[in-house]
């Protein structure tokens, strides 16, 4: 399903060199729920950022849904994106000037997708998301929590088989938080979609069944969320990020 070996990503700029990803190699084989935890700096957004094909590694095997995208042209790696996974981000990212609805339907629209089906779509979608009474506000009359939600819905929208979230809940509160681990746990769950989040939240990671711990670029340990509550998973993180 997602498979990275020995993935190497180094930034250039102004003559500094930052190896952020240094033979990174992670499996993710069933679908699920599953974290990416790290300290700042340690590589999760830019390995968030190749999985997602928002970029292209150095060198090394990406692969997503079955397809290696490390070397797709510019071309085939945005049908990939559109088609095939869901991004969400920490900022919302929607449009102000369109109601919730018409930002879930955009991807759909630009990609010229008939209007009907794209709305049963978008209905079916505020409906999961518990947002249908929100649909037809713009962004500006949504808490912080529901418009991730319509960043979610619009993320859904082709149904792809895996979500990547980097720090989806980093502008929300911690009851919102909260609901949306919730909900990201019940669509991965109810939807056999799989969903890869960037947190730095125990109480994120403990929705997770499994969190992979990132240092200096590479994936330096796993810990099976089994029956730990988020101060036991807090523990255990602190833990591995001092042994590794
Ligand atoms: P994290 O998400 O874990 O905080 P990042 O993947 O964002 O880490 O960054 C890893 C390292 O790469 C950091 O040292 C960061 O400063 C650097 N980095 C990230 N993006 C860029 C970029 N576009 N240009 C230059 N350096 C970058
Ligand atoms: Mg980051």
Same mark, same amino acid.
């Given at each position: 399903m997602i498979r990275c070996v020995d993935v190497r990503k180094t930034y250039r700029t102004g003559g500094r060199e930052v190896q952020? #990803?240094?033979?990174l190699s992670v499996t993710i084989d069933e679908p699920g729920f599953y974290a990416i935890m790290g300290a700042s700096g340690s590589g999760k957004s830019t390995l968030l950022h190749l999985l997602a094909g928002l970029d292209a590694p150095d060198s090394g095997e990406v692969s997503v849904c079955g397809k290696r995208i490390d070397s797709l042209s510019e071309r085939a790696l945005t049908t990939f994106r559109r088609d095939e996974i869901g991004i969400v981000f920490?900022?919302? =990212? #929607?449009? $102000?000037?369109?109601?919730a609805r018409d930002n879930i339907e955009l991807p759909g629209v630009l990609a010229g997708k008939n209007a009907r089906e794209l709305r049963e779509r978008s209905t079916e979608l505020v409906g999961l998301l518990g947002i249908a009474d929100r649909a !037809?506000?713009?962004?500006?009359? #949504?808490s912080g929590g529901e418009q991730q939600r319509v960043a979610i819905a619009r993320a859904l929208l082709f149904a792809p088989g895996v979500i990547f979230a980097d720090e $989806?809940?980093? =502008? #929300?509160d911690s009851r919102s938080s909260e609901a949306l681990w919730s909900l990201l746990a019940s669509i991965s769950r109810d939807h056999q979609t799989t969903i890869v989040m960037v947190t730095h939240e125990p109480s994120a990671a403990a929705h997770c069944r499994r969190v992979f711990v990132m240092q200096d670029g590479v994936v330096r340990s796993t810990i099976e969320? !089994?029956?730990?509550d988020a101060s036991g998973l807090a523990a255990e993180y602190q833990r591995h990020s001092r042994t590794a």
């Open positions: 952020a #990803l240094r033979g920490q900022q919302f =990212n #929607l449009i $102000p000037t369109m109601t !037809d506000h713009r962004p500006e009359a #949504l $989806p809940t980093g =502008n #929300l969320t !089994d029956g730990i």
